[in-house]
């Protein structure tokens, strides 16, 4: 008979180690441990486990054996003489208390276990000693309630370095309650411990490799983790924490922390994702005994959340998603109590780590709603009030999530009253007011409410709702958000959000440009060559090197900053643009708006430009820089991920649009006469092609009854189909500049069409001049004097394009934001210079400074500002 592979099942981890103790506590209620909990590992009453079994067999008094602390406390405490009494720690756990004769030897006590059930191939170990079996137990001189260890052969449990590596701490936990000071070491030994769960480490690859043993290590540490939960050291830790002594109790604490390390060293990343049984087991106990506000309780649940929603993140094995959601719901409750309480006082606020720790509980709550009910979304009647009593979780995440959509209905209402109290001048300046970014974790807690809205349909419902009742402190939200990762559901509320929060929440999709000069992607470019060694920097760079932002220069030219910048994404754009690169085509009828042609022959270089293309325009947005240019309808819903209806092409293709609306209109008899069929005609370089738009399409003729298919399979065929290649090079290259590419769809989604011309076009109005002026502060200058007024008559007389060429020399802006001068980033300014009236005004375009001379007269004035409203002049004439 050998052991039995893996520890006899047991109802919990064995205590009458620590009976004497919990004894000791129930004389202190103050930290007694609830006796009625429910939790199994507090069940401190009898265990019929084989150590009751075999110390009934063997006491001659005939007592019913350790079946309760007080049995076996007196056993010890008033031995017959001749007998001797001590503990075997056997290899389940277990404790046995023995009663033994004098001269009786170690081989009979070994041989009594083995009757007992423990298996013949066992070992005795006293103080780390193996004793000899031949040793009577009176020789081996043992102390007063000394336990010995039962040992196996180390290759008949599977675990035992982990059960005997447990056992001790929880003996060591038990001393240092009694006030035994080894208890200083627990976090070594708790640390040592975690070290074994890791399969990885060192140390245990070489302890396989000695016992032959290369696979099956995927579930050492739960098997490890579970063995500390059954050793009882879990618990020791617990009532070592509640200790009356203040050094036995930061010792424990010190040891449960190594279970809420972030520290790999500590608790490395594989053990840690299979902690939750150990954290949640700590939960439990900690709020029945120390309270849901001890700091170390807290800090556990906060450690539970994190851990339980990292992906592969375990909370036991075969574990039913309705099971966890009942074992993690409590918790969520109290981080929901702790939120709307937050929410409802004075300053509305919430501590970070409590949104976080919301957060993590909502995912993981809906990671498992998920599995329960994979289609998502939960019948409504299951979480009535009728309902209460049968899916009580249910009911109770419901009630949870209508509360917090309450408190946070409320919040926005103060917020609206507090900016209905504003007047419409400071209102349009929001994003600059401190105040609006403390109020961020406003939309954070929207954001889970959507999230936990995917269950159920009536949250989803009344968010809207409140969306909708309280649109101008979203839209103030929304529009001083930083970065939140997490907002792309409001595309699903665009449309209640005005241009400038659907602004923000798009370039929030961009990396965060860096700040330190040395990350920058640094571009030296030939004017002579813009456009090919433009080509090659961006073409050539990775994704991520463009993400921290570009630093550009022109040869020969002293001039850097973002002024130079707002220069070159001009030109570049220009010139992309333009129809000798056959790249794109402008409208008919609008030439500031382009779309793909659809003839560009697809060689690779092409190609290659469309990526290019595609990367200059994503980053002209992120720059924030208006490049005069806008994306036809059929372009932008290609990005959106959006399909083309006939009311979408009318800009790019007039004709096509007009022919199909007449097709619409006409008659059956009409339609028969133009005998078209499902397929059209493609002229490219002088050879002419028809291609089918479906299977078989040129035998299928187009009739009354099949025309709107016909006009679908032909928009698709021309603006999607055929150009394929170059429209997705060109998606390509855009995404690529986002921090991520799969969110293009989610980009363009928040957008409409008119808010991208607005972003990347900007204003082609004439400019505004008194809006210009009043932008326009002086230094050297006054408002008042002479030069100044002639400069604005100057700038009064010239023609709209030469306005826009002063701007361009001054600022680099070619198009202004459709705010106007408003939306720059700065005011503009007129430095006085003492140089002679022969020199030309010249500009910082950085800093928007124009640099202006004290000519002698209007007339002078004039003509010199001509000199510089010279396009050729006008590019290339700034200085920094
Ligand atoms: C901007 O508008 C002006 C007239 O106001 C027009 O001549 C010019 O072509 C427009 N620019 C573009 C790029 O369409
Ligand atoms: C479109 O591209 C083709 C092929 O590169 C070119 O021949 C054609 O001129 C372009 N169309 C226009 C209107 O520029
Ligand atoms: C239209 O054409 C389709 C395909 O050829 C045919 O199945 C359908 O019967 C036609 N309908 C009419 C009204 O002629």
Redesign the pocket.
């Known amino acids: 008979k050998t052991l039995p592979d893996s520890p006899p099942p047991s109802d919990g981890p064995d205590l009458s180690m620590y009976r004497r103790h919990a004894k000791r506590r129930r004389e202190a209620p103050d930290h007694a441990l609830p006796a009625s909990s429910k939790a199994p590992v507090m069940t401190t009453t009898t265990h019929d486990g084989p150590g009751g079994a075999f110390s009934s067999s063997s006491s001659s008094g005939g007592a019913a054996g350790a079946s309760s602390s007080s049995s076996s406390a007196a056993a010890f405490y008033a031995p017959p003489p001749r007998r001797l009494h001590f503990f075997v720690r056997a290899t389940d756990s277990k404790t046995i208390a023995i009663h033994a004769a004098a001269d009786d030897t170690v081989a009979a006590v070994l041989a009594h276990l083995a009757d007992c059930g423990y298996g013949r191939d066992l070992r005795l170990l006293y103080a780390g000693r193996q004793l000899q079996p031949e040793a009577t137990v009176a020789s081996l001189g043992l102390a007063p309630d000394s336990t010995l260890q039962l040992a196996a052969r180390l290759r008949s449990t599977p675990h035992p370095k982990a059960w005997q590596l447990a056992s001790h701490i929880a003996a060591t936990a038990a001393s240092g309650d009694a006030g035994t000071d080894s208890a200083h070491t627990l976090d070594d030994l708790v640390k040592e411990y975690i070290a074994c769960c890791d399969p990885g480490s060192q140390h245990n690859r070489n302890d396989r490799r000695a016992k032959g043993d290369t696979g099956s290590t995927d579930r050492h540490a739960e098997d490890y983790l579970d063995i500390f939960l059954q050793s009882g050291a879990a618990i020791a830790l617990v009532r070592l924490y509640l200790s009356d002594f203040s050094f036995s109790r930061s010792y424990a604490e010190r040891a449960i922390r190594c279970f809420l390390s972030t520290d790999p060293a500590t608790l490395p990343p594989n053990v840690m994702l299979v902690t939750a049984p150990v954290l949640l087991e700590f939960c439990r106990l900690l709020a029945l005994t120390a309270g849901n506000k001890d700091s170390l309780y807290k800090s556990c649940r906060y450690t539970l959340a994190s851990v339980l929603c990292l992906p592969l993140s375990v909370l036991g094995a075969s574990k039913s998603p309705t099971k966890v959601i009942e074992q993690v719901l409590p918790f969520a409750r109290e981080i929901v109590e702790l939120v709307l309480n937050g929410l409802g006082s004075e300053t509305m606020l919430v501590p970070r780590t409590d949104l976080e720790e919301l957060s993590n509980f909502f995912k993981v709550l809906r990671q498992q709603v998920l599995l329960w009910m994979p289609d998502g979304s939960m019948p409504k009647n299951m979480y009535s009030r009728e309902c209460k009593r049968t899916d009580t979780w249910v009911w109770e995440l419901h009630e949870m999530s209508m509360n917090l959509l309450k408190r946070v209905d409320e919040c926005l209402k103060r917020l609206e009253m507090d900016l209905s109290s504003l007047s419409s001048d400071t209102r349009g300046v929001i994003e600059n007011q401190p105040i609006w970014v403390t109020r961020l974790h406003i939309l954070a807690i929207l954001t889970e409410l959507d999230f936990i809205s995917g269950i159920f349909e009536d949250v989803a419902h009344n968010l809207r709702f409140v969306l909708l009742a309280h649109k101008a402190p979203l839209n103030a939200l929304v529009r001083c958000s930083k970065r939140n990762e997490h907002l792309h559901w409001l595309k699903k509320h665009k449309d209640l959000l005005c241009f400038e929060a659907r602004r923000n929440l798009v370039l929030m999709l961009f990396s965060e440009g860096k700040d330190d000069y040395g990350e920058l992607h640094e571009m030296l470019i030939d004017r002579s060559r813009l456009l090919d060694e433009s080509f090659e920097y961006i073409t050539q760079a990775k994704p991520s090197e463009l993400h921290s932002g570009l630093f550009m220069e022109f040869k020969n030219e002293e001039a850097t900053g973002p002024g130079v910048l707002r220069e070159w994404f001009c030109m570049v754009s220009?010139a992309l643009f333009s129809p000798q690169q056959v790249l794109f085509l402008p409208c008919p009828n609008?030439?500031?708006r382009f779309y793909l042609n659809g003839t560009s022959v697809v060689d690779p270089l092409h190609l290659k430009y469309f990526v290019f293309s595609g990367r200059v325009i994503g980053l002209a947005l992120m720059h924030k820089v208006q490049v005069?240019?806008v994306l036809d309808r059929t372009l932008f819903l290609y990005l959106a991920g959006r399909s083309i209806t006939l009311e979408d092409i009318s800009a790019a293709d007039p004709f096509t649009y007009a022919s199909c609306k007449r097709i619409l209109e006409m008659g059956a008899a009409e339609i028969d006469d133009l005998t078209l069929t499902f397929s059209r005609d493609v002229h490219t370089l002088g050879s002419r092609k028809t291609i089918e738009l479906c299977k078989g399409g040129q035998d299928i003729s187009v009739n009354i009854s099949n025309r709107e298919h016909y006009i679908d399979l032909l928009i698709k065929n021309i603006f999607v189909d055929s150009i394929s290649d170059q429209l997705a090079n060109f998606a390509k290259g855009f995404g690529d500049i986002l921090a991520n590419p799969k969110l293009r769809e989610v980009f363009f989604g928040c957008l409409d069409l008119e808010d991208f011309d607005r972003m990347l076009g900007g204003s082609?109005?004439?400019i505004n001049l008194k809006d210009w002026r009043s932008h326009t502060q002086y230094n050297g200058y006054k408002e008042k004097d002479r030069h100044v007024n002639w400069f604005w008559k100057a700038v009064e007389s010239m023609t709209?394009?030469q306005q826009r060429q002063l701007l361009f020399f001054w600022t680099s802006v070619k198009y202004l934001p459709s705010e106007g001068f408003g939306g720059l980033s700065s005011k503009l300014y007129i430095y006085k210079t003492t140089e002679s009236a022969d020199h030309l005004p010249s500009s910082h375009t950085c800093f928007y400074r124009l640099c202006l001379p004290t000519y002698p007269s209007l007339k002078v004035m004039q003509s010199q500002l001509q000199k510089i409203t010279q396009e050729h002049v006008s590019c290339s004439f700034g200085t920094w």
């Open positions: 220009q609008d030439q500031r005069g240019i082609n109005n004439t709209v394009e």
